[in-house]
């Protein structure tokens, strides 16, 4: 089949290299691919001019260009009756424009199965050809991962993370005028802020039976414009929360992003290398022996920060999610905490750094497992097999 992949604008170009690494999955699984980066004028020129000849499928992360329109408003796909495809790597509630962009032949992944569900359950967003979970692959540099004993020793970064820090959360609803709406978004965010493993839409659904309501299209659609608040609420909150456990801690934690320079200035163990980019990210994960993940509220899906940082040959120690816990063998591939015992997470991760036998062990066995799995290749091939049923 033949392939156009749409790059678009992407903070430390991790989309970006999503689409590099995806696209050379499946030229090897024997498909044509024209990558068109839509950020530059030329690539949008040859967008436009790929219509007189469109290809089987148009492809962009986190649904880059799903609200392509002629000039009469129709979506360009099914003017041209071909299929458009993208894998969502945030939450759907950030995202209402692409998400409810109707096309008739589209694929839609999800990294999380809450999400799908929060789409089923989203008026405006149903009717995709195809709804599915599956998370983004590793990302990977060409050269073999040495996952010898000696080789993990050799590596000098001893925790890493990267990422946004945001600060401390802020209510934006506390402004709101008073409304039984602002309670309800102040409580679905208490929620979530106590339980990391409760989804959004689950989180409504309780808020609402509390005060002996049901969920309704109707009012679910109502409510859509303010859950992003609640939402990003809770997973600047986790992060916040645990970023100054491992702090209080002394943990020494290398970290790369944006934001950092306040938290790095107050916990002297916390190592600022900089904004840095994704792409760089992929030589520190080889040098790093564990790589601290946060989900970002994927309660039951993954990041693709833990399969890059497991065929980097690193150890990933991390929030637990429903999905890891099917995926990877806890404590032998991967180790994870639940949020009800944040308290106990400095000394648990100051326990694994300092046995470098046993981290060694758990990066190998992650190693191989992600290798198998977890590779862009596997997705590839789910992606492809889903647009052929499309077609």
């Given at each position: 089949?033949?392939?156009?992949?749409?790059?678009?604008?992407?903070?430390?170009?991790?989309?970006?290299?999503?689409?590099?690494?995806?696209?050379?999955?499946?030229?090897?699984?024997?498909?044509?691919?024209?990558?068109?980066?839509?950020?530059?004028?030329?690539?949008?020129?040859?967008?436009?001019?790929?219509?007189?000849?469109?290809?089987?499928?148009?492809?962009?992360?986190?649904?880059?260009?799903?609200?392509?329109?002629?000039?009469?408003?129709?979506?360009?796909?099914?003017?041209?009756?071909?299929?458009?495809?993208?894998?969502?790597?945030?939450?759907?509630?950030?995202?209402?424009?692409?998400?409810?962009?109707?096309?008739?032949?589209?694929?839609?992944?999800?990294?999380?199965?809450?999400?799908?569900?929060?789409?089923?359950?989203?008026?405006?967003?149903?009717?995709?050809?195809?709804?599915?979970?599956?998370?983004?692959?590793?990302?990977?540099?060409?050269?073999?991962?040495?996952?010898?004993?000696?080789?993990?020793?050799?590596?000098?970064?001893p925790l890493l993370f990267t990422g946004t820090y945001r600060g401390p959360p802020t209510e934006a609803w506390a402004d709101w005028p008073e409304s039984p709406a602002r309670e309800i978004v102040a409580e679905i965010a208490a929620r979530m802020v106590s339980d990391g493993r409760l989804a959004l839409l689950d989180a409504l659904k309780a808020a609402l039976a509390d005060r002996g309501a049901q969920l309704t299209g109707e009012l679910f659609e109502q409510f859509v414009p303010l859950l992003q608040h609640a939402q990003g609420f809770a997973e600047a909150y986790h992060r916040n929360a645990l970023l100054h456990e491992l702090g209080r801690g002394g943990l020494p934690l290398h970290v790369y992003g944006s934001g950092w320079e306040p938290l790095a200035a107050q916990y002297p163990s916390f190592v600022y290398g900089g904004v840095g980019s994704f792409e760089e990210t992929l030589g520190l994960l080889r040098r790093a022996r564990v790589v601290l993940s946060t989900n970002n509220g994927f309660v039951a899906g993954g990041h693709e920060r833990v399969f890059t940082a497991m065929c980097g040959g690193a150890a990933v120690f991390g929030e637990a999610s429903k999905y890891y816990a099917e995926a990877f063998k806890e404590g032998r591939e991967i180790v994870t905490f639940p949020w009800s015992q944040i308290d106990r997470v400095a000394a648990r991760l100051a326990a694994l750094m300092e046995d470098t036998p046993a981290a060694a062990a758990i990066a190998r066995a992650g190693h191989k497992r992600a290798m198998a799995e977890h590779r862009w290749s596997d997705r590839a091939a789910k992606v492809v097999k889903a647009v052929k049923q499309v077609r």
């Amino acid at each position: 089949m033949r392939f156009v992949l749409m790059k678009g604008e992407s903070q430390y170009g991790s989309l970006r290299l999503h689409i590099d690494q995806f696209g050379a999955a499946l030229r090897e699984l024997g498909h044509e691919v024209t990558v068109l980066d839509l950020t530059d004028p030329a690539g949008r020129a040859a967008l436009d001019a790929s219509l007189a000849s469109p290809p089987d499928c148009y492809f962009g992360m986190g649904g880059v260009a799903a609200e392509y329109r002629t000039a009469a408003g129709a979506s360009v796909y099914d003017a041209l009756d071909v299929v458009y495809a993208t894998m969502h790597v945030d939450h759907p509630v950030y995202h209402a424009l692409r998400v409810t962009a109707k096309i008739r032949k589209e694929v839609e992944f999800f990294l999380d199965r809450t999400h799908v569900q929060f789409i089923n359950a989203w008026p405006s967003a149903r009717g995709v050809a195809h709804l599915g979970f599956l998370p983004p692959g590793a990302n990977e540099l060409p050269e073999p991962v040495d996952v010898s004993d000696e080789a993990f020793e050799r590596r000098d970064i001893p925790l890493l993370f990267t990422g946004t820090y945001r600060g401390p959360p802020t209510e934006a609803w506390a402004d709101w005028p008073e409304s039984p709406a602002r309670e309800i978004v102040a409580e679905i965010a208490a929620r979530m802020v106590s339980d990391g493993r409760l989804a959004l839409l689950d989180a409504l659904k309780a808020a609402l039976a509390d005060r002996g309501a049901q969920l309704t299209g109707e009012l679910f659609e109502q409510f859509v414009p303010l859950l992003q608040h609640a939402q990003g609420f809770a997973e600047a909150y986790h992060r916040n929360a645990l970023l100054h456990e491992l702090g209080r801690g002394g943990l020494p934690l290398h970290v790369y992003g944006s934001g950092w320079e306040p938290l790095a200035a107050q916990y002297p163990s916390f190592v600022y290398g900089g904004v840095g980019s994704f792409e760089e990210t992929l030589g520190l994960l080889r040098r790093a022996r564990v790589v601290l993940s946060t989900n970002n509220g994927f309660v039951a899906g993954g990041h693709e920060r833990v399969f890059t940082a497991m065929c980097g040959g690193a150890a990933v120690f991390g929030e637990a999610s429903k999905y890891y816990a099917e995926a990877f063998k806890e404590g032998r591939e991967i180790v994870t905490f639940p949020w009800s015992q944040i308290d106990r997470v400095a000394a648990r991760l100051a326990a694994l750094m300092e046995d470098t036998p046993a981290a060694a062990a758990i990066a190998r066995a992650g190693h191989k497992r992600a290798m198998a799995e977890h590779r862009w290749s596997d997705r590839a091939a789910k992606v492809v097999k889903a647009v052929k049923q499309v077609r």
